[in-house]
T-cell receptor, first 113, second 114 residues
Framework: RKEVEQDPGPFNVPEGATVAFNCTYS??????FFWYRQDCRKEPKLLMS???SGNEDGRFTAQLNRASQYISLLIRDSKLSDSATYLC??????????????FGTGTRLLVSP | ETGVTQSPTHLIKTRGQQVTLRCSSQ?????VSWYQQALGQGPQFIFQ???????GRGNFPPRFSGLQFPNYSSELNVNALELDDSALYLC?????????????FGSGTQLSVL
């Protein structure tokens, strides 16, 4: 079983749609969680951290369920510029500053006019 | 711009050769991590260096090795290249504190092994 699992997609949605991505992780000792965005063959860029209380940044909402080891990302009012691959990321390095990020394979989103 | 630069941007090698990839960390950062990203996959953790010492390693064979220099620049060396080593190699730097978790990625080196 992969440490971090995501549906690879692609998710094809029209502009303005709401789309949700899900991710599960296997290491219950994982300390922190993130969503990264990656454009075609470019470096991943941090989109947002994910907290148990849920957090929102504009059109993006992330949620963590530690009991189910499940992470989600909701994008509202999709824009053409949201087309990218969204990587679910778990830090399994503990809380000593050592950072071992484990990435999912990514979910590809295509937003069409 | 993250302030993390990698060189070269693209490289073509043949099976059995050796390669060195370079990374210049963001100013003030003392930790560097290297990741391998094969086509269609997420990045895979290779190893991390903190203050010039390796302090964590992923599931990669010993022919993958690295160095971190006093100025916090870094190298990734791969010996005896195999076809499956073809991938995007990403360097990420950060400043280690107890609560710091933000990594800054370079734009990567695309390695093709023929």
């Amino acid at each position: 079983r992969k440490e971090v699992e995501q549906d690879p997609g692609p998710f094809n949605v029209p502009e303005g749609a709401t789309v949700a991505f899900n991710c599960t992780y296997s290491n219950s000792a994982s300390q922190s969680f993130f969503w990264y965005r990656q454009d075609c063959r470019k470096e991943p860029k941090l989109l947002m951290s994910v907290y148990s209380s849920g957090n929102e940044d504009g059109r993006f909402t992330a949620q963590l369920n530690r009991a189910s080891q499940y992470i989600s990302l909701l994008i509202r009012d999709s824009k053409l510029s949201d087309s990218a691959t969204y990587l679910c990321v778990v830090n399994t390095g503990g809380n000593t500053g050592f950072q071992k990020l484990v990435f999912g394979t990514g979910t590809r989103l295509l937003v069409s006019p | 711009e993250t302030g993390v630069t990698q060189s070269p941007t693209h490289l073509i090698k043949t099976r059995g050769q050796q390669v060195t990839l370079r990374c210049s960390s963001q100013s003030g950062h003392n930790t560097v991590s290297w990741y391998q990203q094969a086509l269609g996959q997420g990045p895979q953790f290779i190893f991390q260096y903190y203050r010039e010492e390796e302090n964590g390693r992923g599931n990669f064979p010993p022919r993958f090795s690295g160095l971190q220099f006093p100025n916090y620049s870094s190298e990734l060396n791969v010996n005896a290249l195999e076809l499956d080593d073809s991938a995007l190699y990403l360097c990420a730097s950060s400043y280690r504190t107890e609560n710091n978790e933000k990594l800054f990625f370079g734009s990567g080196t695309q390695l093709s092994v023929l």
